[in-house]
C-alpha cells in the first residue's frame, strides 16, 4: 500500500454507482431475486470484503448483460467483520427479512458459524475465501468455489522439496482453524514429500510483533519459512521476517493473493499456491472476465475475483435451470441442479463439484516478482 | 544468543510503548480523564506521516504533520467531547464510553480514507543487518532509543524548569490548589492533551516504519499504555515510562520460555501482579482509594 | 420477519441480562468491571459443554454455567476487594486480557477460535424449544431479583460501599462480604446469559467474549444509566438494534456498509455521552449530587 491505489478509487466509484445500477434492472420486471453476502466490511479484515464485492459485482454485471435471468438480482451486504456472532445475526437477516436464496461467505470460523443457519433455512452458502478443510460437507447447502488447505499443501510441497532441495520448512501459523488446518497438512505432507518440519510457531489473530518470532525461527536454521495467516497479518509477518534476518524462501497460500501483500516491498520473491487461472490464454469466458474487470476496476483480478464471479456467476447458471424447467428458484432447487448438471463453464476452465457441493480446481505455485504473480509451476 | 535478541528486541518496543505511556500518563495525571482514544492519535500520526511521507515530503515536515495532527486532536477532543462531558457529571465511565465511540470513528474513517489493512512506512532504517553472531539490530533501534531519550530529557526539563509544567505536575498533585493560585485549569488541561498526544506522534512513526499500521492499531497502543501508567503508579510520568519499557521487554523475553501465542498474555499477567501485590505501582506512593 | 424479530429480541435479552447483571455492579456496587464477558464466556463454555456431553437440558446448562461463572467471579472479586476506581478498572482489563488467551489456547474445553460447533437444541421434558422464551424468563428472574435487591438491606449496603466505602465500614456493613457477593451475583447472571447464548447460536468460539464485547455491555449500562433498574435493557436494546436498523439504510455502497454502520454507531455513543451524560433512564439530577 505505499503506492497510489487508482483501483481502489475505481472500485469506490462503481459501487456507488450501483444503486442505480440495481434500479435500472428492476426496470426488467420481476421480483428480484436476493443474493446476500456476509463479509467483514469494517474492522482489520476489510480488504477482503472489499475485493470479495468486486468479484461478484462484475458477475452481476455480466449476468444483467447476457440476459441469463428473467429476475434481477439485489445484492444484499451484511458485515460481519470477520466475527462468528456478527455473522449469525447476518445471516438471519438475510434469510428472514431479505428472504435471500443465494448467500456468498468468506472466513472458516464465519463459515461455521452461520452454516446451521443456513442448512435449517435451506439456503445456498458458498465460501471463495476461507479454505479451512472442515468446510468440505458442512451442509447439503454450503458449497465452496474455492479448494481447500490441504490441496494447495499437497501441490506446494513436492514442487519446494524435490525440485527447490528445500527440505527444512519453519511454519508461523495463525491460532485458529486455518493454522491448525495448515500445520497438520505440512505435518504429514513434509515427511511423504521427503522434508521436516523444522520448528512451528503459532501467533494470535491479533498479534503485530513479529520480531521476537522472527528470532525464534532463525534458530531452527530453516530453509524455508511457511506463513498461515491471512488479511492485514501476512503482510507484517512478512515484513518483520525480512527485516529481522530472515532472508530464506517464504512460502504461502491462496489468501497471499492481495494487493496489500503485492505492494509489499518485502513479499518480492513469495511462493505461494493459487487455483490454476490463465487469465491471457485462457477461454473466452477467462478472457472477458479478465478484460472487463480491468475496465471496470482498473486493476488485475486475482484468486478471489474469480472465486466469487465463479460463485455468483453458478447462481445465474442454476438459477436460469430453474426459471426454465418453470420450478421456483430456492436452496432446494438450486441444489438439485447443481448435483444435477455438475459442470459448468466457469472462469479459470471447466469446473467441476462434487457430492459435497466443492469446486475441484487445479492448483498452480507462483511466485511474487515485481508485484506481480509468476506461475512456476502446477 | 536468543535471549539478548529478545531482550534488544523488547527494549525497542518498550522505548516506543514508554513514549505513549508518559503520553497517557501525562494526560491522565493532569486531568484524571481516562483517555482511551490515545490510541486514536498515535493511529491518525502514523497515517499522517505516512502519508506525508508517500507524498515524497521530507521527513521532518512528515514528523511536523504527525505531531500537528495529534495535537489537533488531542485538543480537539479534550473540547468537544470531554469537556461538554465534564460540565454534567464527568462519570468516569461517561467519558470511558465517549472516547470508545471516538475511537470508532477514528478507526474506521482512517480505514476509508487512506485504505484498510496493512500499510508501511518504506524506509531502510527498519532492515537489520547481522553485528554479532546472531544478533540482528536494525538502525531504528538506535533512533528509537535516541528519540525516546531525547524527548524524556526535554520532558522533564520542561515539567521541572518551566512555569508551565510546574503548574501541570501540581495540577496532577492538587488540582485545588491551582485554582488557589489563580492558575487556569482549562488551559492546563488543554496542555495536558497537546503534550501527551505529541508524545505519541514520534511512537506511531517509528512503530510505522518497523511493525507497520493498520487502522485497528490504536487498541493495543491504548491497552498498552494504559496498563503501563498503572504499572507505573499513577501521576509517575517516569513510572509510566519505565513501565512501558519493561512491558515491551516482557512481551518480547517471554518468547525465550513460551510459545508466541502467550505472550501478550504476560503483559496483562504482569499488569494483574502488580495491581493485586503492589497497587501503588513500580514507585508510587501508597495510593489508597 | 417475525423469525428476525425472534434472534433480535433472543439476543437483545441475552445481552439485557448481561448488562443487567453488570449494572449490579457498577451501578449498585461501584465495581467497574471491563471484565464481564469472561464470565459470559465461562457460562457459554460451561452451558455448551453440558449439553453436548450430558444433556441438552438448559436448566442444567443455566446452573452450571451459574455456577461456574459466580464461582471463579473470585478472580474478579480479590482485586475488588483491595483496589478501586481506575485501578480495579485495570485489573479487570488484566483479567480480561488474560481470559481471552486462555479462551484462545484450552482447545479441548473451548475449541479456540475454532470454537464449539453443533450444540444441540435445548429440550425442556422431552420438547425442543427455543432460546426465546428462556431468555426472556431468565431476564424476568434477574430484573426482579435487581429491583428486589436494590430495594432491599443488601442493596443499601452496597450503595452506601459506592458512595462511600470507609463510612460503610465504620457503620458496621460488611464490605468485603457485601462486595464478594455482588460480583458473584453478576458473574453468575453473566454465566446464565452465555450458556443461553450458546443455546441460541449453537456455536460458540472466544471472539464473542473478547474485551470488545465487555466494552460494549458496560457502554449499554452507561448509555442506558447506570444504578436505573431499565436503564441496561434499554441501552442493551438500544445499541444491538443500533447496527442492525443501520444495516436497513438503503444507500450504503456495499463496500463502505461496514465503515459506514460503525461511524455512525461510534458517533451515537459519543453524542450520547455528551449529551445524556447520566443515560438515557438516568436522572442527570440525582447524578450531579452523587457527585
Redesign the interface.
Same mark, same amino acid.
Do not use: C, H, I, Y
Given at each position: 500500500?505505499?503506492?497510489? =491505489?487508482p483501483g481502489?478509487r475505481a472500485?469506490?466509484g462503481a459501487?456507488?454507482a450501483?444503486?442505480f445500477l440495481g434500479r435500472s434492472a428492476l426496470a426488467q420486471g420481476g421480483e428480484p431475486y436476493v443474493l446476500g453476502?456476509l463479509f467483514?466490511?469494517?474492522?482489520?479484515n476489510?480488504?477482503y470484503?472489499?475485493v470479495f464485492?468486486?468479484g461478484a459485482?462484475l458477475a452481476l454485471q455480466h449476468i444483467e448483460a447476457d440476459k441469463v435471468l428473467k429476475r434481477p438480482i439485489r445484492?444484499q451486504?451484511?458485515?460481519t *467483520?470477520a466475527?462468528?456472532?456478527q455473522a %449469525? %445475526?447476518?445471516m438471519?437477516?438475510l #434469510?428472514?427479512?431479505d428472504k435471500a436464496s443465494f448467500v456468498l461467505v468468506g472466513f472458516?470460523?464465519v463459515s461455521?458459524?452461520v452454516a446451521?443457519v443456513g442448512d435449517r433455512a435451506k439456503i445456498v452458502m458458498v465460501n471463495g475465501g476461507a479454505v479451512g478443510p472442515d468446510l468440505s460437507g458442512l451442509s447439503p447447502y454450503f458449497w465452496n468455489t474455492i479448494p481447500l488447505a490441504h490441496l494447495e499443501t499437497e501441490a506446494l510441497l513436492p514442487y519446494i522439496v524435490g525440485e527447490r532441495k528445500l527440505k527444512r520448512i519453519a511454519l508461523v501459523y495463525v491460532?485458529?482453524?486455518l493454522g491448525?488446518a495448515i500445520l497438520g497438512a505440512l505435518r504429514d505432507g513434509l515427511p511423504k514429500a521427503g522434508g521436516t518440519l523444522a520448528g512451528s510457531?503459532?501467533?494470535?489473530?491479533? #498479534? *503485530? =510483533?513479529f520480531?521476537? %518470532?522472527a528470532?525464534?525461527i532463525?534458530?531452527t536454521r530453516p530453509d524455508a519459512v511457511y506463513i498461515a495467516s491471512f488479511?492485514? =497479518? *501476512?503482510? =507484517?509477518i512478512i515484513? *518483520?521476517l525480512?527485516?529481522?534476518?530472515i532472508s530464506q524462501p517464504l512460502l504461502s497460500y491462496s489468501a497471499m493473493n492481495?494487493d496489500?501483500v503485492k505492494n509489499?516491498?518485502e513479499a518480492e520473491g513469495l511462493i505461494f499456491t493459487t487455483q490454476k487461472t490463465d487469465f491471457a490464454g485462457g477461454d473466452a469466458m477467462t478472457k472477458r472476465f479478465a478484460a472487463d474487470f480491468k475496465a471496470r476496476f482498473n486493476s488485475d483480478p486475482g484468486t478471489y475475483h474469480v472465486n466469487y464471479y465463479n460463485a455468483v456467476w453458478l447462481f445465474g447458471q442454476l438459477a436460469a435451470m430453474n426459471e426454465a424447467a418453470g420450478r421456483p428458484v430456492d436452496g432446494e432447487t438450486l441444489r438439485a441442479a447443481l448435483l444435477e448438471k455438475r459442470e459448468f463453464d466457469l472462469v479459470g476452465g471447466k469446473g467441476r463439484f462434487d457430492d459435497k457441493g466443492n469446486l475441484t480446481a487445479a492448483i498452480q505455485v507462483n511466485e511474487l516478482r515485481g508485484g506481480a504473480l509468476t506461475r512456476i509451476a502446477g | 544468543m536468543l535471549f539478548l535478541q529478545l531482550l534488544q528486541g523488547g527494549v525497542q518496543t518498550g522505548a516506543l510503548y514508554a513514549l505513549t505511556a508518559a503520553g497517557f500518563a501525562l494526560i491522565f495525571g493532569a486531568t484524571r480523564i481516562f483517555h482511551f482514544a490515545h490510541g486514536a492519535a498515535f493511529t491518525l500520526a502514523g497515517y499522517a506521516f505516512l502519508m506525508a511521507w508517500n507524498a515524497g515530503w521530507p521527513w521532518p515536515l512528515g514528523a511536523l504533520a504527525a505531531i500537528a495532527v495529534a495535537v489537533l486532536f488531542g485538543v480537539a477532543i479534550e473540547q468537544l467531547v470531554y469537556r461538554p462531558i465534564g460540565r454534567h457529571e464527568g462519570g468516569f465511565f461517561t467519558v470511558f464510553v465517549a472516547a470508545f465511540g471516538v475511537s470508532i470513528v477514528v478507526q474506521n474513517l482512517v480505514g476509508m480514507i487512506a485504505g484498510r489493512g496493512f500499510a508501511v512506512i518504506d524506509t531502510p532504517l527498519s532492515r537489520a543487518t547481522e553485528v554479532l553472531p546472531d544478533l540482528w539490530i536494525a538502525p531504528v533501534f538506535y533512533v528509537a532509543i535516541g528519540v525516546s531519550a531525547l524527548l524524556f530529557l526535554a520532558l522533564s526539563l520542561f515539567l521541572t524548569r518551566s512555569h508551565a509544567g510546574v503548574a501541570l505536575r501540581a495540577l496532577a498533585q492538587n488540582p485545588d490548589l491551582i485554582r488557589t493560585y489563580g492558575l487556569s485549569s482549562t488551559r492546563l488541561s488543554i496542555l495536558a492533551f497537546a503534550l501527551g498526544s505529541a508524545l505519541a506522534a514520534p511512537a506511531a512513526i517509528l512503530t510505522g516504519m518497523t511493525v507497520g499500521l493498520n487502522e485497528a492499531m490504536g487498541h493495543h497502543v491504548m491497552l498498552i499504555s494504559m496498563a503501563a501508567t498503572i504499572v507505573g503508579g499513577v501521576g509517575n510520568l517516569k513510572g509510566a515510562a519505565l513501565a512501558g519499557l519493561l512491558l515491551g521487554i516482557a512481551e518480547s523475553v517471554a518468547l525465550a520460555f513460551v510459545e508466541p501465542q502467550w505472550a501478550e498474555a504476560v503483559s496483562f499477567v504482569v499488569l494483574f501482579g502488580f495491581i493485586l501485590f503492589r497497587p501503588s505501582g513500580l514507585f508510587g506512593v501508597a495510593v489508597a482509594r | 420477519m417475525i423469525a428476525y424479530l425472534a434472534n433480535l429480541a433472543t439476543i437483545v435479552a441475552i445481552f439485557g441480562i448481561l448488562a443487567s447483571t453488570l449494572n449490579v455492579a457498577i451501578g449498585h456496587a461501584g465495581i467497574f468491571s471491563v471484565a464481564h464477558a469472561v464470565f459470559f464466556g465461562l457460562g457459554a463454555y460451561a452451558g455448551a459443554q453440558t449439553a453436548m456431553l450430558l444433556v441438552p437440558d438448559p436448566l442444567l446448562a443455566l446452573l452450571v454455567a451459574a455456577l461456574i461463572a459466580g464461582g471463579l467471579s473470585l478472580c474478579l472479586a480479590l482485586p475488588a476487594l483491595r483496589v478501586r476506581g481506575e485501578y480495579f478498572v485495570a485489573a479487570s482489563l488484566g483479567l480480561q486480557m488474560v481470559a481471552t488467551t486462555l479462551f484462545s489456547e484450552l482447545k479441548p474445553l473451548t475449541g479456540g477460535i475454532g470454537g464449539l460447533v453443533g450444540i444441540p437444541r435445548p429440550e425442556l421434558f422431552g420438547v425442543t424449544i427455543t432460546a426465546l422464551p428462556l431468555a426472556l424468563a431468565t431476564l424476568a428472574l434477574i430484573l426482579l431479583a435487581t429491583h428486589l435487591l436494590a430495594r432491599g438491606s443488601f442493596g443499601r449496603t452496597l450503595r452506601a460501599i459506592r458512595d462511600a466505602e470507609s463510612a460503610a465500614e465504620a457503620l458496621g456493613k460488611h464490605v468485603a462480604v457485601a462486595k464478594t457477593l455482588a460480583v458473584a451475583f453478576a458473574c453468575a447472571g453473566a454465566g446464565m446469559a452465555g450458556a443461553l447464548f450458546a443455546f441460541h447460536m449453537a456455536f460458540v468460539n472466544v471472539e464473542s467474549f473478547t474485551l470488545d464485547q465487555s466494552v460494549l455491555v458496560m457502554a449499554m449500562v452507561i448509555v442506558g444509566g447506570t444504578g436505573t433498574l431499565w436503564g441496561p435493557l434499554l441501552g442493551a436494546a438500544l445499541l444491538l438494534a443500533l447496527p442492525a436498523g443501520l444495516s436497513f439504510l438503503p444507500f450504503i455502497p456495499p463496500t463502505e456498509v461496514g465503515a459506514v454502520q460503525q461511524i455512525l454507531y461510534g458517533l451515537a455513543m459519543t453524542l450520547l455521552m455528551i449529551f445524556r451524560p447520566a443515560g438515557l433512564v438516568g436522572d442527570l439530577g440525582r447524578g450531579k449530587v452523587a457527585h
Open positions: 500500500m505505499n503506492r497510489p =491505489q481502489r472500485l469506490l459501487t456507488l450501483l444503486p453476502t467483514p466490511m469494517s474492522g482489520p476489510a480488504e470484503g472489499t464485492t468486486a459485482q445484492l451486504a451484511e458485515d *467483520q466475527l462468528p456472532q %449469525v %445475526v447476518g438471519t437477516k #434469510a428472514n427479512v472458516t470460523a461455521k458459524a446451521p491460532d485458529d482453524p491448525d510457531f503459532s501467533v494470535p489473530r491479533t #498479534a *503485530q =510483533q520480531a521476537p %518470532v528470532a525464534r532463525r534458530q488479511g492485514a =497479518q *501476512q503482510s =507484517q515484513k *518483520q525480512r527485516d529481522n534476518g492481495l496489500s509489499t516491498a | - | -
